[in-house]
Nanobody, 120 residues
Framework: QVQLVESGGGLVQAGGSLRLSCAAS????????MDWFRQAPGKERVFVAA????????MYADSVKGRFTISRDNTKNTVYLQMNSLKPEDTAVYYC?????????????WGKGTLVTVSS
């Protein structure tokens, strides 16, 4: 069982930066691939970024490539999402998730989300 708790959301102006964190409980965190998803108001939840269990491989949605960076620290059971050059369309609730394989689906565990609001 893995429990995930996101933090770091807030209100930021367009062009600004935020770093989200996702703290995981449980002894097996380092064996899971970790993803970030987001859900904008009135829209479906969509994939943002993923990182392999080792941190050596990453994936990004086209909409965030070059602006967002996913990373992890297995010694701290934490995954991060560094978000730069934020745009109003990045406004959403951001969720972290854990899965067996690097990818955009098949997630087994989800956090409750943290809200990011980007003002224009």
């Amino acid at each position: 069982q893995v429990q995930l708790v996101e933090s770091g959301g807030g209100l930021v102006q367009a062009g600004g930066s935020l770093r989200l964190s996702c703290a995981a409980s449980g002894p097996t965190f380092s064996s899971y691939a970790m993803d970030w998803f987001r859900q904008a108001p009135g829209k479906e939840r969509v994939f943002v970024a993923a990182i392999s269990w080792s941190g050596r491989s990453t994936m990004y949605a086209d909409s965030v490539k070059g602006r967002f960076t996913i990373s992890r620290d297995n010694t701290k059971n934490t995954v991060y999402l560094q978000m730069n050059s934020l745009k109003p369309e990045d406004t959403a609730v951001y969720y972290c998730a854990a899965g067996q394989r690097l990818g955009t689906g098949g997630m087994e565990y989800w956090g409750k989300g943290t809200l990011v609001t980007v003002s224009s």
